[in-house]
């Protein structure tokens, strides 16, 4: 039988959804930007879910535009506990309410975005400024910044994981640097106001990820493996096929993101992603294997380039399992075959 989209969404959480304490979301009032990104899609799923279970939880989303996502997905109109509300986050004007949580996931991350390095260090800094500025005068107790593996920098040569410990980060001469400095700074603001203002935040390190409400049409390799598995006559790959990546579903995101909010230490970071790792010639593979048997593999880009340092980005998540009883729960095959189930339905 043939599963609807928002039970293939709901069904990778719901098997993980005990990680939480639910007890910590009852009675309480939520604010997320960027709520209607791959993140906040997710998210609210989750939050669907808890309030399922019969926790008393309100929701607020700020969006640049809630009226195109709610066309896209219309189960999410008109309920009580969640309302939408738009605006862009450098300059939202939006009342002043008490919230508890606050978590802040806005970031356009898209090719066009990162071809003007000024423009995306400034969203980013200025709208995260915009946002701890509402979080004090909101009250806010505990606030979540959804920050990128990018703070790192290049991962050197012979690292399999970066550690959160690491001392490395990006080249500050070099725009392509622009985003994860934006993220370095966001990062620096959040403690200092927590600091000041006497609230908790946390900053989650994000890497690469994988499910329901990934575009298959962008910049991200997986998306573009599984288009070409399900619609086209090969899988392309655009590169050498030797860059190495990991990836986490959406569903254990999700839980990742809400106890890191409500357990993680304050002015700490934690890395978020999975540690299990594959080239992307092994991840188109795979891709076929799951989904398109047999399917032919081209690999567009000469491999003479093996003399070159190869491309990495795997975080280690030592610290998440440790100290916040964490883990990669949904295996990769099954986050493929989910995500391509989610395309193929209605």
């Not at 970071?269 to 991840?283: A, F, M």
């Amino acid at each position: 039988m043939t599963m609807h989209r928002a039970e293939i969404v709901e069904s990778g959480i719901r098997s993980i959804l005990h990680k939480l304490d639910f007890s910590a979301f009852d009675r309480k009032r939520l604010f997320i930007t960027g709520g209607t990104g791959f993140f906040g899609f997710w998210l609210l799923a989750a939050l669907d879910l808890l309030r399922n279970e019969g926790v008393d939880l309100q929701v607020k989303v700020l969006s640049r535009d809630p009226a195109k996502f709610l066309e896209n997905h219309p189960r999410w109109r008109n309920l009580k506990w969640l309302h939408f509300v738009q605006g862009d986050v450098k300059s939202f004007d939006i009342p002043v309410f008490q919230f508890d949580y606050l978590i802040h996931a806005a970031t356009d991350t898209s090719r066009a975005a990162h071809a003007d390095s000024l423009s995306i260090f400034a969203d980013i800094v200025d709208g995260s400024r915009r946002v701890l500025d509402y979080a004090v005068r909101c009250e806010v107790q505990r606030a979540l910044f959804a920050s990128s593996g990018a703070v790192y920098g290049p991962q050197p040569v012979g690292l399999d994981r970066i550690p959160d410990e690491a001392q490395i980060a990006c080249f500050t001469n070099e725009s392509s640097s622009a985003y994860g400095e934006g993220k370095r700074v966001m990062e620096f603001m959040a403690g200092a106001y927590a600091e000041k203002y006497q609230f908790k935040s946390v900053s989650a390190r994000c890497f690469a990820f994988v499910g329901p409400g990934l575009a298959l049409d962008q910049h991200f390799a997986i998306g573009n493996f599984i288009r070409d598995a399900l619609y086209e006559n090969q899988i392309r790959i655009k590169g050498d096929g030797r860059a190495v990546r990991s990836y986490l579903y959406g569903a254990d995101l999700a839980i990742w993101l809400l106890k890191i909010l409500i357990a993680g230490d304050s002015q700490s970071s934690y890395n978020v992603g999975s540690d299990h790792y594959l080239d992307t010639r092994q991840l188109a593979e795979l891709i076929r294997d799951e989904l398109a048997p047999g399917k032919e593999i081209i690999i567009e880009m000469n491999r003479s380039a093996e003399l070159t340092p190869r491309s990495v980005y795997v975080p280690s998540i030592d610290k998440a399992k440790k100290y916040l009883d964490l883990d990669v729960w949904t295996q990769l095959p099954a986050a493929i075959r989910a995500t391509a189930n989610y395309w193929k339905s209605n």
